[in-house]
């Protein structure tokens, strides 16, 4: 195991061999998180992805102190967690699932027992308030806001502590495409400051669109890591093509040596480096291609196939066929596959 | 220090603690009112009625007086041993036998604050359990953890905001509780109390109000453990109800019951009763023996019985799951 790095040059967030269990009510014991090993470089935003159930939620609140870690180590900071998170918890700004204030207290009210509770002037609350845009309804009551004044005020009781670190658990959620991009350059501005932003998402798209890097998850194991764009260039492009005869066109094509999937009435052609040689091969047995259109891969195609074979429904696992890669180290560009076994899990969030 | 001044100004804040405050004090104007009642002479109409039954019984004497004291002499066996027939069976009625006295603060007055006070206690104990569910159901503690992880501060200061908070509380209640009834008697001119009578009274509240403290850290701590403000109410009825009321009366402990100790607590001690039977001429004789616990008895098994819950609470919020 890599030593420890010094507090100024250690990266946000390293977790090692974390693990958690839940025992359900007829004592079996489900596992939420299976050997995480994680790492969030300083700076910048990195997303934290994974299928429904994958241990994403669990392995924030173990980092927070909220959930108790069977096994494992975890860092914020280079400083170990949960033992010295007092230590550490000022630089730190969370979001976990949805927003939870008190419901018969005001905006501005709730905020300010928070202030109150760490220490901070009250001149803040009015200050991160405005920041996010509540101002005018600071006075009401929390449980008269919508969903996207619920997720600002949470970010405005993130900003209270001006944490060098932020954590959003699914900030999206239930917003709409305005508020989704409100959240998104929010992030996107918290990271232009210099602060570290761990976002938790299922929108994949928006991910590609703000995160730097990413972490992705499954099994509560980590499948991959690195910056997006080396994650995304990692991935084979493929070729829609749109030909007459397609059926025979197919034939062609999959006795050529490619994967083709039908997806009417274009063929989708997998693992493509050179598209001339599609139609090459087409125009040899005259047919003729009325469209090709290279498809740009993407988060979510990484995604999706790292995590296939994951059943989100909570069902047996189905183990892939292991995958060599690189052990992830936070900031390049390898690809980690993570093994599977005969362990039957199911879903632990 | 600065989480125990939030924790209060949470506490005060809370609907609860304030449509709380507003029911007590109109239950205690509706007690004064009937306290008021009770005070007041006697109207005409009762001294009248009162007049009608006095002339009843003499009526009754007259006719059937001679009757009844010949039945005596004939029949002693049937009356109480020593009785004089000639004078005993009849006392001269007067009105005042037939009219009820009217109250005063040194006597029933204090007493309804005595009565007053157990009932602030049980809104004490629903107070704290509030406190402390409502965080727990809406997730708010959740998030208050992420800003102040040390569970052991978060607990204490819950705990003793519920404490003191409550014990405020009761103290606003139970001072006017106390006006309310002194004014009640006042209105009639029967407010008098002696020095005694106000210290005695003095030292009732205060009881009171650790009471109520008391109950409110158990409702809270008790709340950490079960998370939701009916089920503690559902564990403290179901204690009183089997543990209290059946089991521990079935063996003869009512000393160490909770019911009994509060009471004992708050009135400066209590009294209650054991039957005791003895075999007797191929029977049993039974007598019902008296027996008192004192203040200082109650008070302690109270405390036991908060710090037991209250300890209880930080060991499962020190290990469980926040969500």
Redesign the interface.
């Known amino acids: 195991m890599a030593a420890t790095a010094p507090a100024g040059d250690a990266p946000a967030i390293v977790t090692r061999g974390l693990r958690k269990t839940y025992r359900t009510r007829r004592g079996k014991r489900r596992v939420a998180v299976e050997g995480l090993d994680l790492t969030v470089p300083r700076g910048g935003v990195h997303g934290f992805l994974g299928p429904n159930g994958s241990g994403k939620t669990t392995s924030i ?1 173990m980092l ?5 870690a069977d096994a494992g180590t975890m860092e914020i900071f280079g400083t170990p967690v ?1 033992a010295r ?2 230590d550490v ?1 000022a630089r ?3 979001i ?10 005001t905006g501005r ?1 709730n905020l300010t ?2 202030a ?4 901070v002037p009250s001149q803040e609350v009015g200050r991160v308030l405005e920041t996010v845009g509540l101002g005018e309804r600071a006075d009401d009551r929390f449980k008269s806001y919508s969903l996207g004044m619920k997720q600002r005020l ?1 970010i405005a ?1 993130t900003l209270l ?1 001006d944490p060098d670190l932020l954590i959003f658990d699914e900030p999206t959620n239930g917003l709409d495409p305005a508020g989704i991009r409100e959240i998104r350059h929010t992030m996107r501005g918290l990271a232009d400051q210099g602060k570290t932003v761990l976002v938790s998402s299922h929108i994949l798209a928006e991910v590609q669109l703000v995160a730097d890097t990413v972490s992705i998850i499954g099994h509560g194991r980590l499948l991959a890591s690195g910056r997006v764009e080396d994650l995304v260039g990692g991935a084979a492009g493929h070729v829609r093509v749109g030909v007459d005869e397609a059926d025979r066109a197919a034939g062609v094509l999959e006795a050529s040596g490619w994967t083709v999937r039908r997806e009417s009435p274009h063929l989708l052609v997998e693992g493509v480096d050179d598209a001339a040689a599609i139609t090459r091969a087409l125009a040899a047995e005259m047919l003729f291609v009325r469209e090709l259109v290279p498809v740009k891969a993407d988060l979510e195609q990484v995604f999706l196939e790292l995590t296939s074979g994951v059943d989100s429904a909570g069902g047996d696992v189905h183990p892939e066929e292991p995958r060599h890669a690189a052990p992830p180290d936070g900031t390049g560009t390898a690809a980690r596959q993570g093994s599977t076994d005969d362990t039957t899990t199911e879903d632990a969030r | 220090m ?2 125990l ?2 924790e209060l ?2 506490f005060a ?3 609860l603690v304030r449509w709380g405050l507003l029911v007590a004090v109109l239950g205690i104007l509706a007690i004064a009112v009937t306290s008021w009642v009770g005070a007041r002479p006697p109207s005409a109409s009762e001294v009248s009625q009162a007049q009608e039954y006095v002339q009843q019984q003499k009526d009754y004497w007259a006719q059937d007086g001679a009757a009844q004291i010949q039945d005596c002499k004939d029949h002693p066996e049937n009356y109480w041993d020593g009785v004089d027939c000639e004078h005993d069976l009849y006392t001269e009625p007067k009105v005042e036998d037939f009219l009820q006295a009217p109250g005063s603060f040194a006597a029933e007055g204090i007493d309804t604050v005595g009565m007053e006070a157990i009932l602030v206690a049980v809104l004490a104990l629903v107070l704290g359990a509030a406190f402390v569910c ?2 727990v159901a ?3 503690l ?9 569970r052991g501060r978060v607990y204490t200061s819950k705990i003793a905001a519920a404490a003191i908070g409550a014990a405020a509380f009761a103290a606003v209640v139970l001072l006017v509780a106390t006006g309310a009834e002194w004014t009640a008697f006042a209105i009639e001119g029967r407010a008098g109390a002696s020095g005694h009578d106000w210290c005695q009274l003095a030292a009732l509240a205060g009881r009171a109000v650790a009471l109520a403290a008391g109950l409110s850290a158990l409702g809270a701590g008790l709340g950490f453990f079960v998370r939701h403000t009916a089920a503690v109410l559902g564990v403290v009825a179901g204690w009183m109800a089997v543990v209290d009321g059946a089991v521990l009366g079935a063996l003869g402990q009512q000393r160490w019951t909770l019911r009994l100790s509060g009471q004992a607590w708050v009135d400066g001690g209590a009294t209650y009763y054991v039957e005791k039977c003895t075999p007797a001429d191929g029977g049993l004789s039974c007598e019902s023996v008296e027996r008192h616990v004192s203040t200082v008895h109650g008070g302690l098994v109270l405390l036991v019985v908060v710090v037991v819950v209250v300890g209880l609470g930080w060991f499962v919020f020190r ?1 469980r ?3």
Do not use: C, Y
């Open positions: 609140r927070l102190g909220l959930a108790r949960p998170l007092p918890v730190v700004g969370a976990v699932e949805q927003p939870k204030f008190f419901p018969a207290f009210k027992l928070l109150a509770a760490i220490g949470a009781a502590k | 600065r989480l001044r939030v100004t949470r804040s809370r609907r409502a965080e809406s997730g708010a959740g998030n208050w953890l992420t800003f102040e992880p040390r290990r799951d926040v969500s």
